[in-house]
């Protein structure tokens, strides 16, 4: 038996998810409700595997014209093991443990280069896209040797008490016939979430993202003696019209048919096309 689970892409305050279509032949599949981290998944199960299977899922989504305003619940504050609060006490005669005074050390030099949250955050995760540096090295070294320089940020920014979460998505521009997902960093600031640029290093998206997923899961979880591969593509839609006549409209079920899957990528057709032959 094999139980594949895949997170699904969210709504933002840019784009809006029109329609999402999945062809799973043999398989059960349902897509699970948000979790706290408002992530969705669809999880197919199936009891025998065959040789090779795919699952084709698909995505149409909307860019709005300008940004809605999003309400949104403060988040609960980070408790961080990190934080001085929750650290072990250190009994007399004891020294601190190396990682706690590489990680105060770096907070300690963000904020004296910061005059408010927004730019603490900045020089934070200027401070660890650093490799050379001993203090991120040794967090690597203890906390995780292939934690990224955002996952690093996350954890500084964390044990200061700041709200933080890693989204991972995809830039949405030219078409791509084999995507790959990018992570950014978002910090809580004066009730909202401010993303940090994963190309300019600066607060705000500058091209245009779309959210996957929140977190430190990853993309898909796979139960049962199987291996998956995934690959992505990215197709724009020239008819914004008609996507913007079916998103206002509502009817969603004929989407399927006005976009027919001779709009996937060539291998994908020819993948699809040998499966109903089968």
Known sequence: PAIFSLNLPHHSDRFVLVDENIVARGFGHEISEADDEGNRAAVFSKRRIDAQETIFYRAIVYELDSPTAVTLEPPALPESPYNKENRPKVEKGQTEDPVYVAIDALIAEAKDKSASTKTFAREVYKLVRDDTDDRVKLIRDTV???????????LLLQADGIATRTAHGLRLAEDQRRASYVDWLEVFIKDEWLAIDPESHSFGLKEKYI??????????????????????????NTNNALTRAIWKSGQLADVFLTFSFYTLPLDSQLVFNILNML
């Open 144 to 154: 995780g040797e292939n934690l990224s320089a955002v996952e690093v940020a996350a």
């Open 211 to 236: 959210v996957w997923w929140y977190g430190q899961k990853p993309l898909y979880t796979l139960e049962g003696n199987a291996r998956a591969e995934t690959t992505i593509s990215v197709r724009q």
